[in-house]
């Protein structure tokens, strides 16, 4: 699964959030409502690993963004940021999830 996020939860009010949850499929599928297409384009992605409780990825987010960003030479580009899960969370303990953040970048100019 992936979430996508288009919103900066430390800018954006709670209730004004934008997410989706997202399944990544190769194949060119019917989509019908209520579900949406949403295509992740390729290009230049920063990838953060994470291991933990999603609760708690708060401060990854913030140190991917807030420290490593500013030091790297690049800045986001112009799409949304998305979370890839790697294992689920039914069959393994919240502190052995394993989870992929993905930030679109582009050179620093």
Known sequence: MIAVFF??????PETDL?????????DSLAVEAPLVENIIHGGL?????????YADM???YR??????????GY????????????????????TELRTDIHLPIRASQ
């Open 7 to 12: 919103d900066d939860p430390d800018l954006v």
């Open 18 to 26: 934008r997410s989706r949850a997202c399944l990544a499929v190769t």
């Open 45 to 53: 992605y920063a990838r953060l690993s994470y291991t933990g409780p």
């Open 58 to 60: 708060r401060d990854a």
């Open 63 to 72: 140190w991917f963004l807030g420290v490593w960003l500013p030091d790297s």
């Open 75 to 94: 800045e986001p580009d112009n799409a949304p940021l998305f979370e890839a899960y790697l294992n689920d969370p039914r069959e393994v303990p919240q």
